[in-house]
């Protein structure tokens, strides 16, 4: 009896600590989720529905989630990874994760995605993902840019809608204007940010290198600068700027805002354009239309992933995390909340398409980009991608300011990308 | 025996107090300015893209100062700082001077015009930096709308596009900016200066010229000494205001050596690189103090 009892106390001990062991990590687990989104409209909603969600699932387990602002969010990441505090839940630009994977800082998601049964065929923007054979992200976002005019703008210059590169200059042009006789040109046809970084530069670029044929590299990662259609591209982009067509020296946004407030007449650029369109001055004149640069322009834009040194019990929460991101149902609700068009093919936009009108332009276009594999990230400069960016921006700028042949300045331009590599 | 051999209040152990009460001090000194320099030194002797602390030590190589001592851009960047430095240090002090000396006199409305002087310095970088940018700003900016309708050019000029531009662009900010410290300095300085050299200078037949340059500059020597080597400083290791006007552009005419730094750290990754920049800046910083200071001293009045 006495031995029986010593049994029991021992059994009761051990069922008692396995029990705190086993509940005490769950109980207390706190996940930390760095984003820039945090306090976006639609898509800061979006996340906060899957956090919702995932707390749901996991209860007792929480997710911190802070905000960096995406203009030090690079310099912030790089800091908690080299100081060995990643945020547990990884959410990086597309054009930065690849220098965070080659570092070894992100857990190879390929066992994870093979384990939940997760399709990634037909996932918008995956292939970026895939680096060094190893999948390192889940893409979040692939976008199609879309077409903003002022119709009003256009009748008065008795121009139609282009459709057509050409079209778009001649619309350009004849929209801008300086309207009472200063000397300063108070009204422009198209508008770019020419100020900001690298990266940003490239993807003003990027339509008229793209309707012109030309690509940085091609699919073996070999640069293909040097040729006739980066030729005609850049003399496009430098026609536009030198005739300014487009207000220099603004940030993205003050474009955008001027776009808004009547003062830019046609704007090309992602999905986010229609919800600032909807606070500016001019939002009765204000439509939207396809693309009129053939592919259109589209692009990685963001990611997810795992930092490879954390506990395996919260690698498990965190693909949970991707997991409910990634599911059908979350991906249906990123088009209604967040209006942009969601990574995955087996997401339902019946209700996206009923309560957004120009639903089906960004679809469009995301999926043309995508056919096209259009990116502003080069293959095979992905890890280059911050000085190959660089690179091609002050190119262009010299271009620009020295007058430059645009011929000369694509051998340029490919010499140093080879350099690069 | 001990006890006695710890006993603070002995005349012998006095200074070992002093000793232990500066302890945190110098702990907290060489946690947060010594470590890092000396992580960042180490650093730039390993070829390293992303420094992990965690990370194994990479081997000794002098290739990122090689690297560096080749570099056009290491070169450029010394030569946009050395002009930048130049030339807001040289107006800061020619600006700051002249207001210190215009306030330092009595008249209506000097406590308003002192203000009015400092307050530049109050204004917050990134807040200058702003109001800067719009009064710059290419398309729609109040300096080419005033130079258009004064008649000095015709057409809009490109301020952040093209490169001579964009530095006096920001060398104004950074002037406006600066100039307010030197003021302040001065002025101190300026209230410190007896009356009677000047009764005495006036007695013996000095004009207003000979006085400034016999009496104030010699008498200010110290304080202008100490804040020329801040000013020069401030200078070459600002950040903020060129990173958010220029971030280094165009064509990297205002790319100066901090800039340079978190480009190649940063925006790059290539942190013993990046490092390499950082100590040879840091050199540079101490040679230039130390001539500095060393001219102060035999400058002396």
Redesign the interface.
């Known amino acids: 009896m006495k031995t029986i009892g010593k049994y029991a106390v021992a059994a009761t001990v051990t069922a008692m600590l396995a029990c705190a062991a086993s509940a005490a990590p769950a109980s207390a687990e706190v996940l930390k989720f760095v984003s820039w989104q945090k306090d976006e409209k639609g898509i800061g909603d979006w996340w906060g529905s899957v956090i919702k969600e995932w707390e749901a699932k996991h209860p007792g387990n929480t997710i911190e989630w802070t905000k960096v602002e995406r203009s030090a969010y690079?310099?912030t990441m790089?800091t908690l990874?080299?100081?060995?505090t990643p945020p547990d839940i990884v959410h990086l630009a597309s054009f930065e994760f690849q220098?965070?994977a080659?570092?070894g800082?992100l857990e190879d998601l390929g066992p994870w995605v093979e384990k939940a049964g997760l399709e990634l065929d037909g996932w918008s923007g995956q292939d970026i993902c895939n680096f060094q054979d190893t999948t390192v992200c889940i893409m979040m976002l692939y976008y199609g840019t879309i077409f903003g005019y002022n119709e009003e703008m256009l009748k008065q210059a008795g121009v139609d809608v282009p459709t057509n590169y050409e079209e778009f200059l001649a619309a350009a042009r004849a929209t801008t204007k300086d309207l009472n006789g200063?000397?300063?040109?108070d009204q422009?046809g198209t508008g770019h940010e020419?100020?900001?970084?690298g990266g940003q530069y490239i993807a003003e670029m990027a339509s008229y290198l793209f309707d012109a044929g030309a690509r940085f590299t091609n699919a073996e990662g070999e640069v293909t600068i040097d040729t006739p259609e980066m030729v005609e591209g850049l003399t496009r982009w430098k026609t536009v700027v030198k005739e300014?067509l487009t207000?220099?020296?603004?940030s993205a946004g003050e474009v955008r805002k001027l776009f808004a407030d009547g003062k830019i007449a046609l704007k090309v650029d992602g999905p986010w354009i229609y919800s600032i369109m909807q606070q500016g001055a001019a939002k009765d004149k204000l439509k939207l239309a396809s693309v009129p640069f053939d592919p259109p322009l589209g692009g990685s834009s963001n990611i997810l992933a795992m930092p490879s040194e954390i506990s395996e019990e919260k690698k498990q929460l965190v693909w949970d995390f991707i997991a409910i991101a990634t599911s059908d149902k979350f991906q249906t609700s990123f088009a209604t909340l967040a209006a942009s068009t969601p990574p995955s093919p087996r997401a339902d936009l019946t209700e996206a398409k009923a309560q957004i009108p120009h639903f089906h332009l960004m679809a469009q276009s995301q999926k043309a980009a995508a056919e096209h594999k259009i990116d502003r990230i080069p293959i095979g400069l992905e890890i280059q991608f911050?000085?190959f960016s660089?690179m091609i921006?002050?190119e262009a700028?010299?271009m620009?300011?020295e007058d430059l042949d645009p011929a000369a300045v694509a051998k340029t331009m490919h010499e140093k990308a080879e350099a690069l590599q | 025996m001990s006890l006695r051999f710890l006993d603070l209040a002995r005349p012998s152990r006095q200074h070992w107090l002093g000793y232990l009460l500066l302890l945190p001090a110098v702990a907290l000194v060489a946690l947060i300015i010594v470590y890092p320099l000396f992580v960042s030194l180490d650093l730039s002797f390993q070829k390293i893209g992303m420094a992990t602390l965690s990370a194994p030590r990479k081997p000794f190589t002098l290739e990122n100062y090689h690297k560096l001592f080749a570099s056009p851009d290491f070169w450029n960047s010394c030569w946009v700082t050395i002009k930048l430095v130049v030339v807001v240090s040289a107006a800061c002090f020619a600006v700051g001077l002249g207001t210190a000396l215009l306030v330092n006199n009595r008249f209506k409305g000097r406590t308003l015009a002192r203000l009015f002087v400092a307050l530049p310095w109050a204004v917050p970088e990134v807040i200058a930096v702003v109001i800067f940018a719009w009064i710059f700003d290419s398309s729609f900016g109040l300096m080419n709308w005033l130079f258009i309708k004064l008649g000095i050019t015709s057409q809009m000029i490109n301020w952040f596009s093209e490169p001579t531009a964009a530095f006096w662009v920001v060398a104004v900010t950074m002037i406006w900016k600066g100039y307010p410290f030197v003021s302040i300095m001065t002025l101190a300085g300026l209230q410190s200066i007896p009356e009677d050299f000047y009764n005495a200078a006036k007695v013996d037949g000095a004009n207003a010229f000979q006085r400034f340059w016999y009496i104030t500059i010699p008498v200010l020597m110290s304080v202008l000494g100490v804040t020329s080597v801040l000013v020069v400083l401030w200078v070459f290791r600002d950040f903020s205001i060129i990173k958010v006007l220029t971030d280094g552009g165009p064509l990297k005419a205002t790319q100066t050596l901090s800039i340079m730094t978190y480009d190649q750290a940063f925006g790059f990754f290539n942190m013993g690189y990046a490092s390499a920049i950082g100590i040879v800046t840091l050199v540079l910083c101490v040679v230039a103090s130390l001539l500095m200071l060393g001219r102060k001293s035999q400058a002396m009045y």
């Open positions: 690079s310099d790089t990874f080299a100081g060995g220098t965070f080659n570092n800082w200063d000397g300063i040109v422009f020419t100020k900001g970084g300014n207000p220099r020296d603004l911050n000085e660089k921006q002050e700028q010299r620009i300011i």
